[in-house]
């Protein structure tokens, strides 16, 4: 009578090409989706900044100009809505007949940097990326 044990559980092989898989996987899935997560951010910014766009639209319809602060607009949050960027409003000129909104990120952006837009709707970006692909299409 031949006495064969039964083994259960995993082999080293299996356990290390396990472990070879997932490591795989984790190197193509981390920076997608830390780019996923900076383009949700980015989305925050330029919300604020179409916001601000628009409150400095109503302030010059009331208004013989543009406003040159934030606070002239009676924003005293210069936060994004989400707060992952601090907005700020420059006017152009003294007579304040242009100005520039931007949004500079509170988190690494290397790819787009500081987002803005001014009266004319011309938006621009600091960073390495083209406007269109950090504005969207």
């Not at 981390?30 to 179409?50: M, N």
């Not at 809505?81 to 007579?95: C, R």
């Not at 001014?118 to 504005?135: H, I, M, P, R, Y």
Request: charged share 15%; proline share 2%.
């Amino acid at each position: 009578m031949c006495f064969l044990k039964q083994s259960s559980g995993f082999t080293l092989i299996e356990l290390m090409t396990a472990v070879a898989v997932i490591g795989i996987l984790s190197a193509i899935a981390y920076p997608s989706y830390t780019e996923y997560a900076k383009r949700a951010k980015r989305a925050d910014g330029k919300a604020g900044l179409l916001s601000l766009q628009l409150t400095q639209e109503k302030y010059r319809a009331n208004h013989t100009s543009y406003a040159a602060a934030l606070s002239d607009l009676g924003i005293t949050d210069s936060d994004s809505p989400d707060k992952h960027y601090t907005l700020a409003v420059t006017a152009a000129d003294s007579t304040a007949t242009t100005y520039t909104v931007t949004a500079t990120p509170k988190f690494t952006d290397a790819n787009c940097g500081t987002l803005g837009i001014n009266q004319a709707g011309v938006k621009t970006v600091t960073g390495s990326e083209s406007v269109s692909n950090c504005w969207g299409k």
